[in-house]
C-alpha cells in the first residue's frame, strides 16, 4: 500500500523539500518531472500547484497534501458540496519566514480608502476570488471581484482600484506604494487528507506518524542543544541562567563532585549564554544542532 502525497509547486516548493529533509525524508525533484522520488517506498508524490492541491485532495487523486489553509477555504467555498478536507496538522512555515501568511486588502497610500466600505462598486483583483467574494458580501459591500493572474501589486490603481494579495513581511506592498486596509484571513501551511484516505487505518497512521516528525522538526529551528558540566557547589547559579523546554537534564557523573546538564536553548541567545555560563564555572561546554525536538 502507498500514500499518494501532493508536494506544493512553486514558492512553497523548496521550503517544503527542506523541511522533510529535517524530518527523516529525502525528496529528489527532476525539473523535468511532477512525480519526485522519495527515499520512503510507502509514499509516491506529486507536484501540484498549492492553489488546486486541495481540490485534487478533495477528488481523491491524491490522499493527501500540503497546501495553505487558504486554499482549502478557497476550494470549500468553490463547491460547498464536497465533504471537507480531514486537517491532519498545522505546519506553521511559509515560502520566506516560519510563520503566517496574511491576506490582506490593499489600496494606493494616496487613496482616500480607509476601510472595506469605502470601496462600494470597485473593481478588487486577487487571486483568492471566493474569499475575497465572501469578505465584502458579509461587510455588506458590492464590488466586482476580478482573478489576478500574477503580478497583483501592480495593478492598482489603472487596473483595480484595490487588490486582495498574500503578504508575509508587507515588503513588497511597500515597495509599490500600498498600503493595508484590512486583513481578511490569516493562513498558515497545512497537511490536508481526503476523508476516504483519512478514515483507512493505514493510511491515517502514516499521515499521522509524517506529521509528527514534520512538527518536531519545525520545533527544532532555530533551536541547539547545549551540555555542560558544573560541579555541585555551581549547580544552583548555572541552571538559573540556563532556559528550557521544561528543565535541564541533570546527570551524575563518575567524579561525585560533578554533574553533567543537557538542555535546549534558541540558538540566537548562545553567543550570551556561554559567557555566561564560564562565568558561573562550567565546563566543557558543547553546543550541538537539533533535527527534531518531539514535544
Same mark, same amino acid.
Request: with cysteine; hydrophobic share 45%.
Given at each position: 500500500?502507498?500514500?499518494?502525497?501532493?508536494?506544493?509547486?512553486?514558492?512553497? &516548493?523548496?521550503?517544503?523539500?527542506?523541511?522533510?529533509?529535517?524530518?527523516?525524508?529525502?525528496?529528489?525533484?527532476?525539473?523535468?518531472?511532477?512525480?519526485?522520488?522519495?527515499?520512503?517506498?510507502?509514499?509516491?508524490?506529486?507536484?501540484?500547484?498549492?492553489?488546486?492541491?486541495?481540490?485534487?485532495?478533495?477528488?481523491?487523486?491524491?490522499?493527501?497534501?500540503?497546501?495553505?489553509?487558504?486554499?482549502?477555504?478557497?476550494?470549500?467555498?468553490?463547491?460547498?458540496?464536497?465533504?471537507?478536507?480531514?486537517?491532519?496538522?498545522?505546519?506553521?512555515?511559509?515560502?520566506?519566514?516560519?510563520?503566517?501568511?496574511?491576506?490582506?486588502?490593499?489600496?494606493?497610500?494616496?487613496?482616500?480608502? &480607509? +476601510?472595506?466600505?469605502?470601496?462600494?462598486?470597485?473593481?478588487?483583483?486577487?487571486?483568492?476570488?471566493?474569499?475575497?467574494?465572501?469578505?465584502?458580501?458579509?461587510?455588506?459591500?458590492?464590488?466586482?471581484?476580478?482573478?489576478?493572474?500574477?503580478?497583483?501589486?501592480?495593478?492598482?490603481?489603472?487596473?483595480?482600484?484595490?487588490?486582495?494579495?498574500?503578504?508575509? +513581511?508587507?515588503?513588497?506592498?511597500?515597495?509599490?506604494?500600498?498600503?493595508?486596509?484590512? +486583513?481578511?484571513?490569516?493562513?498558515?501551511?497545512?497537511?490536508?487528507?481526503?476523508?476516504?484516505?483519512?478514515?483507512?487505518?493505514?493510511?491515517?497512521?502514516?499521515?499521522?506518524?509524517?506529521?509528527?516528525?514534520?512538527?518536531?522538526?519545525?520545533?527544532?529551528?532555530?533551536?541547539?542543544?547545549?551540555?555542560?558540566?558544573?560541579?555541585?557547589?555551581?549547580?544552583?547559579?548555572?541552571?538559573?541562567?540556563?532556559?528550557?523546554?521544561?528543565?535541564?537534564?541533570?546527570?551524575?557523573?563518575?567524579?561525585?563532585?560533578?554533574?553533567?546538564?543537557?538542555?535546549?536553548?534558541?540558538?540566537?541567545?548562545?553567543?550570551?549564554?556561554?559567557?555566561?555560563?564560564?562565568?558561573?564555572?562550567?565546563?566543557?561546554?558543547?553546543?550541538?544542532?537539533?533535527?527534531?525536538?518531539?514535544?
Amino acid at each position: 500500500m502507498t500514500l499518494k502525497l501532493g508536494i506544493p509547486k512553486g514558492s512553497l &516548493q523548496e521550503a517544503t523539500i527542506r523541511l522533510f529533509a529535517r524530518a527523516g525524508f529525502n525528496i529528489y525533484v527532476n525539473p523535468r518531472s511532477y512525480f519526485p522520488a522519495i527515499d520512503d517506498p510507502e509514499i509516491e508524490c506529486m507536484l501540484i500547484r498549492a492553489q488546486e492541491m486541495a481540490r485534487y485532495v478533495s477528488d481523491g487523486v491524491l490522499d493527501a497534501g500540503l497546501t495553505g489553509r487558504d486554499w482549502v477555504v478557497e476550494n470549500a467555498l468553490a463547491d460547498t458540496t464536497r465533504a471537507p478536507l480531514a486537517c491532519v496538522s498545522e505546519l506553521v512555515y511559509a515560502k520566506q519566514s516560519f510563520g503566517t501568511v496574511r491576506w490582506v486588502l490593499a489600496v494606493p497610500e494616496t487613496s482616500p480608502v &480607509q +476601510t472595506a466600505r469605502d470601496l462600494e462598486g470597485a473593481t478588487i483583483a486577487t487571486e483568492l476570488v471566493r474569499v475575497t467574494e465572501d469578505y465584502f458580501r458579509r461587510q455588506g459591500v458590492r464590488v466586482n471581484v476580478e482573478f489576478s493572474w500574477g503580478a497583483t501589486e501592480v495593478k492598482p490603481p489603472v487596473l483595480a482600484d484595490a487588490i486582495v494579495e498574500a503578504t508575509e +513581511t508587507g515588503s513588497t506592498l511597500r515597495a509599490n506604494r500600498l498600503r493595508i486596509v484590512d +486583513t481578511l484571513m490569516e493562513s498558515t501551511t497545512q497537511i490536508v487528507a481526503n476523508p476516504t484516505a483519512w478514515g483507512d487505518a493505514w493510511k491515517r497512521t502514516k499521515l499521522e506518524n509524517m506529521a509528527m516528525l514534520l512538527r518536531a522538526a519545525l520545533a527544532a529551528q532555530g533551536r541547539v542543544g547545549l551540555m555542560l558540566n558544573v560541579r555541585r557547589s555551581d549547580l544552583d547559579g548555572v541552571l538559573g541562567l540556563l532556559p528550557a523546554l521544561r528543565r535541564p537534564t541533570v546527570s551524575p557523573l563518575a567524579d561525585g563532585d560533578w554533574v553533567a546538564l543537557n538542555t535546549i536553548v534558541d540558538e540566537p541567545t548562545v553567543r550570551e549564554l556561554v559567557p555566561k555560563l564560564k562565568v558561573a564555572r562550567a565546563e566543557g561546554i558543547v553546543e550541538y544542532p537539533l533535527n527534531k525536538i518531539v514535544e
